[in-house]
């Protein structure tokens, strides 16, 4: 097949061609072909190829987008940092200035401790960052064996190699090992699930000896580092019981093992705090982050760690890593200036409002047959669907796709599928209407799903 060249005037259609003849495209099966191409965004409204008007209810798609769309004076920064310097290396002695003041600010913003900032272009080369530095960080302490990452089932954190095999979701996996050796994978917190998966035990009285029964089995001087997410957002909202991160950090410690929290998602506000690991109690050694640090606007993301951490690797030998984008001085003028706005704007505590709005609306959900759990964080919301109410067993991946589907096709709603979870994660500029419209959209389309998948 041999479609032309496509330009400024392309049709909707010819687009949506040389999307299905030429995209290599992430997470869709071959034989799904429905395309939805945007062009176009403004605050939490885009616009598609076809001309339809669409409520981004989900954050770009992707727990992304915290400014929302289409921000001129984000525009104007980039231009006025092209114009100035669009690129210089950051290896080796060099860096820019705006690389520099970004690091100072978010070091600033960090929990108590954490003052060093590599910067990377995204979430999975931030966690490839934690997983390597953590190992090199023993290593260069005398300690060569500890080698080991502990991280968590129906976490996500990335898709390259090493930070895919962290990740605990199975299609991750599938037909492309084998993976980064000695990574080991714990339950997660997952209270809606505690008699199937901890014999109705208490979820962190569980969890902590499962930890203390795996680090005996592998021995605490193999393990380098646990990675987690103060909330996780790829388990589904998965919010951890208030003791749970308080005890790991005490084990953790205790053996001399690092803890890394993967807060890609969670930073900048999305639950509230410009940091969720504080909060939570997890005491960080080291913080990976990305998405919303450039608003979502340019590719940026950053390994954070603490003073005893960068200074043991420069000082004996050095980091031998390194990104060809890292530390952009354009996607970090983004950084400075998405700061500037977030604080500007007071968007921090409008991730509150936000969680009122959703977990008020989202409730009467909850009297569904369909609906098991809804789980609320910050402006993260995610509603678990059944397949099977009385077994609890969870919806297929497929008929909650064309739940949200439907959500788009009848409302102009963009929800997000994500295994037998219907998630939102609205920009935090979103106001009531915007959100009330998202909540009555997904009541609807919700409201007519059987537990056989299909829809009324």
């Known amino acids: 097949m041999t479609i032309t060249s496509p330009d400024q005037t392309a049709t909707a259609q010819e ?4 999307d299905r003849r030429h995209l290599f495209r992430s997470m869709q099966r071959g034989d799904i072909h429905d395309r939805t191409v945007i062009v176009r965004g403004e605050g939490c ?70 003052e060093r900032v590599f ?36 976490s996500f954190h990335g898709a390259t190699y090493g930070s895919g095999t962290a990740t605990g979701l199975p299609p991750m996996h599938e037909g492309v090992g084998p993976n980064l050796p000695h990574v080991e994978k714990l339950s997660p917190p997952y209270p809606y699930r505690a008699a199937e998966l901890y014999g109705g035990r208490d979820t962190t009285d569980f969890l902590i000896e499962e930890l203390e029964a795996t680090i005996a089995r592998i021995g605490a001087g193999n393990i380098a580092a646990m990675i987690g997410e103060p909330v996780m957002a790829g388990g589904g909202v998965l919010v951890p019981p208030q003791d749970y991160w308080p005890r790991v950090r005490e084990v953790l410690r205790r053996n001399g093992i690092l803890l890394i929290a993967d807060e890609v998602v969670t930073a900048y506000g999305r639950t509230g705090h410009w940091f969720d690991s504080g909060p939570r109690g997890m005491e ?8 919303g640090i450039a608003g979502g606007y340019v590719p940026l993301g950053a390994t954070l760690m603490t003073d005893e951490i960068a200074d043991t690797i420069l000082t004996t030998g050095g980091f031998f890593h390194g990104y060809t984008f890292q530390g952009h001085p354009v996607s970090c003028a ?16 409008k991730a509150g409002v936000i969680a009122d709005w959703l977990g008020a609306g989202l409730a009467p959900a909850t009297e569904l047959p369909v609906v098991g759990d809804l789980r609320v ?64 959209a997904v009541l609807e389309v919700v409201g007519r799903l059987r537990p056989d998948g299909t829809l009324a």
């Open 377 to 440: 964080a910050g402006s993260l919301a995610a509603l678990e669907l059944l397949a099977d109410p009385a077994t609890r067993a969870p919806m297929a991946w497929g008929p909650v796709e064309q739940v949200a589907f439907e959500i788009r096709r009848r409302h102009g709603v963009i929800a997000r599928p994500y295994g037998s979870m219907l998630v939102l994660a609205p920009p935090l500029v979103i106001d009531e209407k915007q959100a009330a419209r998202a909540v009555d």
């Open 334 to 349: 983004l950084g400075l200036a998405t700061v500037d706005i977030i604080e500007r704007e007071g968007l921090i505590a």
């Open 284 to 291: 960080p050694d080291m913080i990976t982050m990305a998405k």
């Open 119 to 154: 910067f990377t272009s995204g979430g999975s080369e931030s966690v490839e960052t934690a997983m390597r530095a953590a190992r090199l960080y023993h290593h260069r302490r005398g300690e060569p064996d500890r080698t080991w990452i502990l991280a968590r089932h129906y």
């Open 15 to 18: 687009l949506e061609d040389l």
């Open 45 to 114: 409204t885009v616009w598609d190829a076809r001309g339809n008007e669409l409520l981004d209810a989900a954050g770009g798609g992707v727990w992304h987008s915290p400014l929302g769309h289409g921000r001129k004076e984000l525009a104007e920064v980039a231009a006025r940092q092209i114009g100035t310097l669009e690129y210089f290396t950051s290896l080796l002695e060099f860096s820019n200035d705006q690389a520099i003041r970004l690091a100072a600010r978010i070091a600033r913003l960090a929990p108590e401790g954490i």
